[in-house]
């Protein structure tokens, strides 16, 4: 029993990436942006809104109580540690895919390594990656400017 217990422990601890991780703040506001410009989901008015907000640009109406979701199936990154100009990014909604490259999809790297989500390496690329990623925004607790408004939740990897 003793020696079950003591496998199951590294185990336990390798598999953190499954488990479903969440950000706020200006992370969450920079993630939901950016793959809100990308989602077929989110209508043109709120991804006006959303680019608004993330270029700083707080000076807009937008209908109390209303928030605006964005979600995601998953988003894979990956940069080059040997081609350093090669960045890219798909991102899943559904039955619909868009790939990013270019400086896009390096913005979008950043932002998932600077809400937490760790690197993986394979033979020359570095890959940042989460599913399931489901974010709220609430524009007018954003214009508040008390850091609030932005929240996401996410599991780690593909």
Do not use: W
């Amino acid at each position: 029993m003793r020696k079950a217990a003591l496998l199951a422990i590294p185990l336990l601890l390798a598999g953190h990436s499954a488990f479903a991780d969440s950000a706020g703040g200006n992370g969450a506001l920079a993630l939901a942006a950016l793959v809100a410009e990308n989602s077929p989901a989110v209508s043109g008015f709120n991804k006006t809104i959303m680019a608004r907000m993330l270029n700083g640009n707080l000076a807009f109406a937008y209908p109390a109580g209303h928030t605006i979701l964005v979600k995601a199936d998953c988003v894979v990154c990956r940069a080059s540690n040997v081609d350093i100009s090669a960045h890219s990014c798909q991102l899943k909604f559904g039955p619909v895919t868009h790939n990013l490259t270019g400086r896009r999809a390096h913005e979008l790297y950043a932002t998932i390594g600077e809400i937490g989500v760790f690197p993986d390496g394979a033979a020359g690329s570095v890959f940042e990656a989460l599913s399931h990623l489901d974010c709220t925004i609430d524009p007018n607790m954003v214009k508040q400017r008390a850091g609030g408004g932005a929240s996401c939740t996410y599991t780690p990897g593909p």
